[in-house]
């Protein structure tokens, strides 16, 4: 008999319990008489018997019976053991007592019953070969000899191996009989000291594309130096023969080949070695989800033609080509796409819309997303702040800019009538992305304009960018429509500024009369080093005008029809004033981390 605890770490409320009593005890004056004394040992009777109901004791008793369960491993690898393994249950026998119970099994990657649990005596038994040697099962095995076991007597498994498994993982079973029932021992078969080869690791994709050339890698452990023959099979069917020849320890080869079709592709590696003592870990399998050829989409613009879809291979991937005004609007457009390529496209061409659309196929369906840098990708590109720069691991905004040069912008916005709806809010939008744009000491002025001039942020250091922003962001839409003294006052704002950079952006969707002295006033900007760029909103706006004045005024001109560019306009035209994507020191390009 023995008193075990399940729970021991419950004694030790015993120490601060025992001393708590101890003080009542003596705080007491040690005076308990009579019904006191006898009320505090029923206390700390009640406290002492608590304390051991919850640490969970329980007695074992001895058992009068106990049965023996001897499990033999006769796979090929330890097949010339075998004899050895059969003397030793032999001898084990001599010693056996009368209230023991024996049984014998066998096991490789099958189980079978050689001699059934018997209470009397018993003579070894003609062992035969196993059908199935070529694999290792220990899991099984002593799975199943517990269950052959009878649950009223004590059960010993007497396991007798090399312990090694190529089945099954027996670490992952050895807790279903930790509380002792059962009990486990484990006899070490020897197997003679001969050269073996292995293979350890068989690597091959997880998934692979039609026609793709799939890597495939063969690792190889042997003790002695050797030759051998390495075959590798596809769906069965052999593919792949070739002669290795082994160093002592681990040896690597690598193959490549591709398949067709889609669904699961089975590889099998196989190694051929002579007077390989050891065949059961000469072979090895893995799969590769296979699927159809993806589809990939460049985008370019007819100004700048893409160079990719010639280089890339059309037998893996099929190719389409696109103008970026011409992409889809929906995201079922993309979702046929495994990648998505823009090739030095701008930002104002894509449009916010479009932008938010590719995104989402991008975060929430694994479509594939790449851009190609150029004068008019990334933040030149206008990208600041928009769909495309939160899917890319990179800023638009490069940091450290102290030795650009000054600049002054100012940025004249249409506010009349005919800008109310979604071409207020988003010119709002574009004029409040180019001042997050500006660093904290560059001069800036912004000037709305109907039949009038709103005066909005007059020129000046730009010191509060959240309060410049909340200001342009509140400016309404109302009135007629009058360009020329907005824009005038804008060039008179900047004429005598001691800058590097002066320019502006004018914004409108509307027409109206210019007086004849208009391009004077550009003409006389130019001397004094300011530039304008103009952006035409709507096809309501006056674009042979518009167009004029950035010619004349050195700038840019934008049409716009879909609205939802000018944020990527602005930004792009804010970037290229800043200069702060140019980098002029060397760029040298290196390869790395490719396999071969």
Known sequence: MDIRIDQPVWLLLFIPIALYMAYTWKSSGMRFVGKGTILFVLRCTAIAALIFALATPFITLRADKEQILFVVDRSVSIESAGNS????????LKGRQVNQSVGMYSFAETFRTDLQLTDADVALPVIGQMESRDATDITKAIDLAAAVAKND?????????????????VEELLPKYSEGRVIIDTVLLERPGSADASISIFDTPLTAYEGEKQLLQVEVESSTRTIGELLIYQNDKEIIKEPVKLEPGKNTFSFRTSAT??????????????????????????????????????????????????????????????????????????????????DNVPGHVVGEDK?????????????????????????LGGYFKSPIERLLPVEMEVKGKESLPSLGLMI?????????????????????????LLRDDDTFGFTAFDDQVWEVIPIGKLEDKKDAVEQILSVPAGGGTDIFPGMQKAYDDLADL??????????????????????????EGRKNNITMSTVAIGSDADWSLLEDLAENGGGRFYDVVDESTVPAILARETSMMTRTYIEDNPFYMTLGGVPE
């Open 412 to 436: 004249v916005m249409d506010r009349s009538g005919s800008m109310s709806g979604s071409k207020i809010i988003l010119a709002r939008e574009a004029a409040a992305r180019s001042v997050e």
């Open 261 to 342: 079709g889609s669904g699961l592709l089975k590889y099998e590696a196989k190694l051929l070695v002579p007077d390989d003592s050891f065949l059961e870990n000469n072979r090895m399998l893995s799969v590769t989800m296979m699927e159809r050829s993806p589809s990939v989409l460049v985008v370019q613009t007819s100004r700048n033609p893409s160079a990719i879809p010639a280089l890339l291979d059309k037998n893996v991937m099929s190719v389409d080509v696109v103008d970026a005004e011409q992409l889809p609007e929906t995201l079922s457009g993309y979702l046929g796409y495994g990648a998505i390529i823009f």
């Open 85 to 92: 393994a059969d003397k030793w249950i032999a001898e084990s």
């Open 153 to 169: 007597s004590a059960t010993r498994i007497v396991l007798l191996s090399d312990g090694l498994e190529t089945v099954g993982k």
């Open 355 to 379: 932008m938010t659309v590719i995104e989402q196929a991008v975060k929430n369906f694994g479509t594939g997303f790449m851009m190609v840098g150029g004068n008019e990708s990334f933040g």
């Open 498 to 523: 001691k800058l590097q950079r002066k320019h502006i952006i004018l914004m409108t969707d509307g027409q109206s009369p210019m007086p004849s002295d208009y391009e004077e006033v550009i003409a």
